[in-house]
């Protein structure tokens, strides 16, 4: 499935090829920390175990402070 | 994935569980609630003082010290909200622009207190004379100015508490810091109250999100739909509390409890750190010479700093 990624600390969005199921697996192949971030779903935040759709897009927030 | 409490959708995995976007927010709040009551960081007499940046903590932090008041019936006007303006172009306007606004919406006076005014320097100005002459990073400079600042204007302002936005994550990350570094008598000071003893130009030091995680507190601001802008300092920089943040957070994610695990044997053995400092009398707070505010030594940080940019 493809999915579409955008990360608060970046401009613009990427689209990623992603075979496996969950939002921890999708964080796993962006090499991404899930304690580090939170991910957004149609405005709603989703956990870890929760099933992707082909086609979802998710906005990845990191919760380190900016300071 | 389901609320372990009810049947809506969570929005949080936490060691007990998944929790919705209710439970989440009265879960936290509950916890922000029982460490302030536990510790006894707020009196009822007290005037209090919360030092904010703008930031998702010192927000959080702000907005659930006045719920707490509210809630158990506390004169909310003595509350206050301080905002340091440290100098830094492009970054500084952005959050204060917003902690305005959060501060006018949620009926909080807020007090600007500004570096440049202070020490006739900004940040900016200050840092490339500092560095060239002592090799100080911007975030010494920064830390050394904004904890003599706030000290100093919260007690002007009649403050008896400072309420402070540090997290589980920031006081995980400085007891391992410590710890590599061996500096007990700087370890002494942490815990939900920081410091060893009163001393009379010292405003007490609190930190009711003690025991939230960052991540649990990002998502309490998104969930509450407060305003935090993530612009990063053009400062930050990658040193050792950066790379002991990324261990510790690699750390939690294979085995869970690991940063509530470093608090809770940090605070078993902090009552003896603490004994231990008084006794040995290393940590005896003096007046600086230069300005009267508290100082470990002689003369305290800020005024080194600024001797340093007078004559160099």
New interface residues.
């Given amino acids: 499935m493809e999915i579409t990624i955008i990360k608060e600390t970046e401009q613009g969005s990427k689209k990623v090829n992603f075979s496996k199921q969950t939002v921890k697996e999708i964080l796993e192949q962006l090499n991404i920390n899930p304690e580090t971030v939170l991910v957004v779903r149609n405005k709603e935040v989703i956990t870890e175990d929760d099933p992707l759709n082909d086609q979802d897009t998710l906005e990845i927030l990191n919760v380190v402070s900016g300071g | 994935?389901q609320c372990t409490k009810c049947n809506e959708?969570?929005?949080?995995?936490l060691q007990h569980g998944?929790l919705c976007?209710v439970h989440f927010i009265n879960y936290f709040e509950d916890k922000v609630f029982k460490t302030i009551k536990k510790y006894q960081l707020i009196d009822r007499n007290d005037i209090i003082c919360v030092a904010t940046?703008g930031?998702?903590?010192s927000l959080s932090v702000l907005y659930l010290t006045k719920k707490y008041l509210d809630k158990y019936k506390q004169d909310t006007s003595k509350l206050f909200a301080l905002l340091i303006d440290e100098g830094i172009a492009n970054y500084r306007e952005t959050t204060e622009r917003d902690l305005k606004i959060f501060c006018k919406e949620h009926n909080v006076t807020l007090k600007v207190v500004r570096a440049k005014e202070e020490f006739n320097y900004t940040l900016d100005e200050a840092y490339p004379i500092i560095n060239e002459k002592t090799k100080k990073k911007p975030c010494n400079i920064c830390g050394v100015w904004r904890r003599y600042l706030l000290n100093k204007y919260a007690r002007i302002y009649k403050a008896t508490k400072l309420i402070t936005g540090h997290n589980l994550d920031d006081e995980a990350q400085a007891i391992i810091m410590n710890n590599f570094k061996a500096n007990t008598k700087l370890a002494a000071h942490l815990g939900p109250i920081s410091g060893i003893e009163d001393y009379k130009l010292f405003v007490q030091r609190v930190k009711p999100l003690y025991f939230c995680t960052?991540?649990e507190?990002?998502?309490y601001c998104?969930?509450k739909g407060f305003q935090v802008?993530?612009?990063?300092?053009p400062y930050?920089q990658q040193g050792l509390r950066a790379s002991v943040?990324?261990m510790l957070?690699?750390f939690?994610?294979k085995y869970k409890g690991t940063k509530q695990g470093v608090i809770n044997s940090f605070l078993a053995v902090l009552p003896l750190i603490k004994a231990n400092q008084i006794k040995t009398n290393e940590s005896k707070i003096k007046n600086c010479k230069t300005c009267n505010e508290p100082a470990n030594l002689e003369i305290c940080n800020a005024c080194k700093l600024k001797e340093v940019l007078t004559n160099g």
């Fill in positions: 994935m959708k969570a929005v949080i995995t998944n976007k940046s930031g998702k903590d960052e991540k507190t990002r998502l998104l969930l802008d993530f612009t990063e300092c930050s943040r990324e957070n690699d939690e994610n």
